[in-house]
């Protein structure tokens, strides 16, 4: 079990700059103090939860080789209470609905929900189970 009461969160996004601007931000605008790791490609989230424990996943619902969506059926099956939110480009309804299907517990549109972003994370690591590993 970890010392740290540091929240730690993946986030998942081929786009590089996307990547930076989001560990940037949450870094800087989270109350709580977070720890945040990044990932291009589901196989490398799933390389990194191997070896760590997340009290947050955000993911884009593009990515190379599976989709979100997918991805995120998969962190549910091993991780059934950790809170799971989408911040993607694709903004239709139909997307939204597969995310939240799949059983993400939040949908942000980048970069439309800009703003509600810190609020939503923080809301989203105060329901989350404390992370053991």
Do not use: W
Request: hydrophobic residues 40%; proline residues 5%; charged residues 30%.
């Amino acid at each position: 079990m970890r010392l740290s009461s540091k929240k730690r969160i993946l986030y998942v996004d081929d786009d590089r700059d996307s990547c930076e601007l989001m560990s940037l931000m949450l870094t800087t605008f989270l109350n709580t103090g977070c720890q945040i790791m990044t990932a291009s490609t589901p196989c490398e989230a799933a390389s990194l939860m191997q070896n760590d424990a997340f009290d947050l996943y955000i993911l884009d619902y593009t990515l190379p080789d599976i989709s979100g969506v997918e991805l995120c059926r998969r962190i549910r099956e091993i991780e059934p209470e950790k809170p799971i939110m989408f911040y993607s480009g694709m903004a239709l309804e139909e997307d939204k609905r597969r995310a939240l299907k799949a059983g993400a517990n939040e949908y942000l549109v980048k970069p439309n929900d800009l703003d509600k972003l810190v609020e939503t994370v923080e809301n989203l690591l105060q329901r989350s189970p404390a992370a053991h590993h």
